[in-house]
């Protein structure tokens, strides 16, 4: 389903706060792109990336975070396990994955992040004043959603 040398990219105004966020929260830009992924997916909403920034390659996921985002493909397309080995069609599962975490990063600066970002230009980043606090209160806002409805 995934070529070792496609690439995930992300809204441009997003780009500097998963940069910032992977350098000071995540431990790698695909844990927070798939925790927008999931985030989108259960609000059940998408939205098209108007310019974007790649972020990161897929042969940088681990086993269990490509099997996260095949699942959700395999559960977007009806339960078509034929996508498992169906590389014509990757663009478009890339691109709903990117449509999912783009919505995804948006709910999460809405509910979680405004207190923690700035914006400059159009583009959000992590406010470092503040970054000592946010691994624990992300780990909590995490588990409150998991909490609310498993993902």
């Keep these: 389903m995934f070529k070792s040398d496609s690439r995930f990219s992300v809204s441009k105004k997003y780009y500097n706060l998963f940069t910032d966020l992977n350098s000071n929260v ?30 990161f390659r897929v042969a940088s996921l681990n086993p269990e975070e490509v099997l996260v985002l095949k699942s959700l493909s395999i559960e977007e397309e009806n339960c078509d396990y034929s996508l498992l080995s169906d590389n014509s069609i990757e663009d478009k599962i890339i691109n709903m994955l990117e449509e999912y975490a783009n ?37 909590g806002y995490i588990m409150d959603k998991v909490e609310e409805e498993p993902i």
């Design 103 to 139: 919505s995804g990063m948006e709910i999460f600066i809405e509910e979680f992040l405004n207190n923690y970002i700035k914006q400059s230009n159009g583009e959000y980043y992590l406010d470092f004043t503040k970054k000592n606090e946010l691994s624990k209160i992300v780990l």
């Design 26 to 55: 995540f431990p790698s830009h695909s844990s927070i792109f798939i925790l927008c992924v999931l985030l989108g997916y259960n609000y059940g909403t998408r939205k098209s990336l108007e310019s974007t920034k790649q972020l």
